[in-house]
């Protein structure tokens, strides 16, 4: 699998792990968020009974806030009739206990149908919750705390059972999440063969093609420059002859740039460490002689133990265009 093909699937794949985290967290977040407003409700309902249901409450103004058929069930229907938390059967299956407190701090247990938690641990949580307003406690709890008639109450209802569907839910979403991005990655490094396989045998051709032209550019360049510096040495040099230079470097040029062209390349670039004098050093030593054919004398004073981090043979490159733009600039000013 090629550098281009290997970003394609990784890319892919983060893209599909991405939107299923969005989508599957959308869904949970609903599913806990409508569990809590479920919860919500019971509880509101139980503040509305005084903290405890299969009787009937009436506040100070004589108006009634709840009835209560003699079997502890209500008379008629929820809002999702026989489902949801309206439902009439859920007054007598639910699992809470109600707590108050007076002005002084004294506690009474106004209601406790909860066999998961003590009386004496009711007692405790209620006491730590008498200053909150309504949340989650000890993972599956949820709770209110409201006035009423001068007392505070603290009704706390288990849901363990009303979540067990959405923490089922959320365990399904991170293995689905899962499974889905291994298939998908297997799927797409299928496809992705299939789909980059002409463009890889494209790629070839134009490697070979690229390796062919430059093998057939630089013989006649390293010729042609030959016969101008022959014709330099022999008549001097003019327009001509610089132009023909020119010309010839231009062509190195693209001869070089040709290998840019490629449309996938699996080479990292060589970053190594390299004494950056020693490189200049030879560069300089191996085009002295073109400076003399000039009468040019070239004298130059390097540090010792600079170092450089990168590709070699790209600062060779690099170091020998300034050599050769230095020439021509003071070949041009000596004529």
């Not at 309206?86 to 407190?101: C, E, H």
């Not at 000890?138 to 001068?150: A, I």
Request: aromatic share 8%.
């Amino acid at each position: 699998m090629n550098k281009a093909e290997k970003k394609f699937v990784w890319y892919a794949v983060a893209a599909i792990l991405v939107l299923l985290t969005v989508l599957l967290g959308i869904i949970n977040i609903i599913g806990f968020t409508m569990a809590a407003e479920d919860a919500d409700r019971l509880t509101q309902r139980l503040a509305d009974r005084s903290g405890s249901f299969g009787q009937m409450f009436i506040d100070p103004s004589g108006n009634k806030r709840g009835e209560m058929s003699q079997n502890g069930i209500m008379e008629k229907n929820g809002k999702f009739g026989p489902m949801g938390p309206d439902s009439p059967d859920i007054n007598a299956s639910l699992r809470y206990f109600t707590y108050s407190f007076d002005k002084d701090g004294n506690g009474k247990m106004e209601s406790y149908q909860l066999s998961a938690v003590s009386e004496e641990e009711a007692v405790s949580w209620a006491k730590a919750l008498a200053k909150e307003k309504t949340g989650w406690t000890h993972g599956t709890y949820r709770y209110r705390v409201y006035e009423l008639d001068g007392r505070t109450f603290v009704t706390v209802i288990d849901c363990g059972r009303e979540l067990l569907p959405a923490y089922r839910i959320l365990i399904f979403s991170i293995c689905g999440a899962i499974l889905g991005v291994l298939l998908s990655f297997a799927v797409l490094r299928m496809v992705g063969r299939k789909l980059f396989a002409p463009i890889e045998e494209a790629d070839l051709k134009q490697k070979k093609f690229i390796a062919n032209a430059e093998k057939e550019f630089k013989l006649p360049l390293t010729v042609i420059n030959a016969d101008a510096e022959v014709l330099e040495r022999e008549h001097g040099s003019n327009d001509q002859t610089r132009s023909i230079h020119r010309q010839v470097r231009k062509m190195n040029a693209l001869v070089r740039n040709l290998g840019t062209l490629v449309i996938f390349d699996d080479k990292k670039m060589a970053k190594t460490l390299f004494s950056f004098s020693d490189q200049l050093k030879e560069s300089l030593d191996r085009n002295e002689s073109r400076f003399e054919s000039k009468n040019l004398k070239l004298s130059v004073q390097i540090a010792d133990n600079l170092s450089l981090k990168g590709e070699p043979e790209a600062m060779q490159q690099a170091i020998s265009e300034i050599i050769e733009k230095w020439r021509l600039n003071f070949a041009r000013k000596n004529i």
